[in-house]
């Protein structure tokens, strides 16, 4: 008994501390840099230009363009390239063999440019191919969480991004949730681990979302437990029913219990944006929000040439 205490202490304080390193690493800085071909499609521009704002002091977006070099000390954690008639390659291949990811936005895949690139950096290169900005946004997004290795501060940064990377958390939970199901030797011993790992999730969405450490973590995380001990509730029925299937029952209900718990928390934070958007939208219609502009230092005439709305 003083064992199995000590083995739920023990899981307890790990949950914390990685609770901790989440919310910290949501406030990691993170640079995008985003090169404008000022003859690129219009509405992916524009696209580009209402996703890219970051809502945190780590989140940086830098705007630049085709012209000379791309500084790489300090190089960015990302650059996007928004493709047009110009030729990119020198750049793209730049960023590539810096070990840096870059990201083509362009209309269709058969308008990326060949970048006649080595194998090596030719992995580093990703092509985001849409037609209209909705698709953009859910690709970009998609891509942008397949390569960062600040997933939550990109997330917590970039709302389009993060339905992306809370998936990415979820699947790869389920996954541990799974093999412990399945490689579990000792009865019950694979519940606490479980609700750990599930907890962990629930912080690292949290953080993903931009909350923060608060006592409504606390609500998420009795939920969490609750939500395990109806899952193992479901495995023992099911094994009584069907005996013999043990380590395989347990990983299904492992996997599909934590992709439901992971999936209905995304759900709550994201009805909560909603809320949160919806004042907003019901408000003033005379009022206007203001925000940054988007930018590319490379017109040498007057230093800064404007994509969008405003004046070229």
Avoid at 115 to 139: I, Q, W
Avoid at 184 to 205: E, F, H, K, R, Y
Avoid at 230 to 238: D, I, P
Wanted: with cysteine; charged share 20%.
């Amino acid at each position: 008994m003083a064992k199995k205490k000590t083995a739920t202490a023990t899981r307890f304080f790990e949950v914390l501390s990685s609770g901790k390193d989440a919310f910290r690493g949501q406030d990691e800085a993170i640079v995008v840099r985003v090169h404008v071909d000022p003859t690129c499609p219009r509405e992916l521009a524009l696209a580009v230009k209402g996703s890219l704002v970051a809502e945190r002091p780590g989140g940086v977006v830098e705007v630049r363009g085709l012209v000379g070099a791309p500084a790489l000390d300090p190089a960015p954690d990302v650059a996007l390239v928004l493709v047009g008639s110009s030729d990119v390659s020198s750049l793209v291949a730049s960023y590539a063999r810096a070990g840096v990811f870059v990201g083509l936005v362009v209309e269709g895949a058969l308008d990326a440019p060949d970048l006649g690139l080595d194998e090596r950096s030719s992995a580093r290169v990703g092509v985001v191919a849409a037609s209209s900005a909705s698709a953009l946004t859910d690709k970009l997004g998609a891509w942008l969480a397949s390569v960062s290795d600040k997933r939550l501060a990109l997330a917590a940064n970039f709302a389009f991004c993060r339905r992306a990377v809370v998936d990415a958390l979820v699947r790869r939970c389920a996954l541990e949730n799974a093999a412990v199901g399945a490689v579990s030797l000792v009865p019950g011993s694979d519940l606490p681990l479980m609700c750990a790992n599930q907890a962990t999730l629930a912080l690292d969405i949290a953080a993903a979302y931009g909350r923060a450490l608060a006592p409504a973590r606390a609500v998420e995380l009795a939920g969490v437990v609750g939500a395990g001990f109806a899952y193992r509730a479901v495995a023992r029925t099911a094994l009584e029913l069907i005996p013999g299937l043990g380590g395989a029952l347990k990983a299904g209900v492992g996997y599909s219990g934590t992709l439901l718990t992971g999936h209905a928390l995304r759900l709550r934070f994201e009805a909560a944006d909603e809320h949160r958007r919806a004042p907003a939208a019901t408000g003033d219609a005379g009022a206007s929000v203001q925000r940054p502009s988007f930018r590319e230092a490379a017109d040498a005439r007057d230093g800064y040439v404007t994509i969008g709305n405003e004046r070229a």
